[in-house]
């Protein structure tokens, strides 16, 4: 995977356009200026836990002694799910906030933007290719860098797609993510064989 692929593959699973809705519920009852220093704080929050699971990921799993086609097969199984959720979502937001209560970490930066299938991925891409950080560090600052620009102008983008728009940028982000989820997984499945038939 090249590193514009790892840039559009982080935007999709981060999803700021399915999270718009989600982003202007939870701060429409604070005050305009506060709002944008939130939502600031929070972006940078989200990318620093970010930043911690690219570097730290490879410990992690040569700690537990997880192969690299099992990382890939199951960062293909989260993606698809986090796909079909696109794709089809469900009823409701449950996000546990009260009115006029002011987020701090959860939920805007965890799980919105630096969510589990995020976070999966970047430790399937720092597994997969150790050798190639700074790559996989410049598509996650790429993918950050538009879901951030699109979230700060949420408003405007709000009034330019309206909720059917919107709503229609998801599902075609869920279709592509599909795509994605589907080749990672065959190819960890193509993987496990060639790794086991080598053994024999």
């Given at each position: ?117 995020t976070l999966a991925a970047l430790i ?17 600052g790429a993918a950050w860098l538009i ?54």
């Open positions: 995977m090249d590193t514009w692929s790892a840039a559009v593959m982080l935007f999709l699973i981060m999803d700021p356009l399915g999270n718009l809705p989600i982003f202007m519920s939870v701060l429409k009852s604070i005050e305009p200026k506060r709002r944008r220093v939130i939502l600031i704080r929070e972006l940078l929050l989200a990318l620093l836990i970010l930043f911690i699971f690219l570097f730290s990921g490879q410990a992690v799993l040569d700690f537990l002694n997880v192969r690299q086609e099992s990382v890939s097969i199951a960062g293909g199984i989260i993606l698809f799910l986090i796909a079909v959720k696109m794709i089809f979502p469900q009823a409701g937001n449950p996000l546990g906030l009260a009115v006029g209560e002011e987020p701090f970490l959860v939920p805007l930066a965890i799980p919105m933007i630096a969510g589990p299938s399937l891409l720092s597994n997969q290719n150790p050798e190639r950080m700074v790559d996989w560090s410049l598509a996650l879901s951030a620009v699109i979230l700060l102008f949420s408003g405007g983008f709000h009034r330019l797609l309206g909720e059917r728009g919107l709503i229609a940028m998801e599902r075609l982000m869920g279709m592509i993510l599909v795509m994605i989820a589907i080749q990672m997984l065959l190819d960890g499945i193509a993987q496990y064989f060639s790794h086991t038939s080598g053994m024999f």
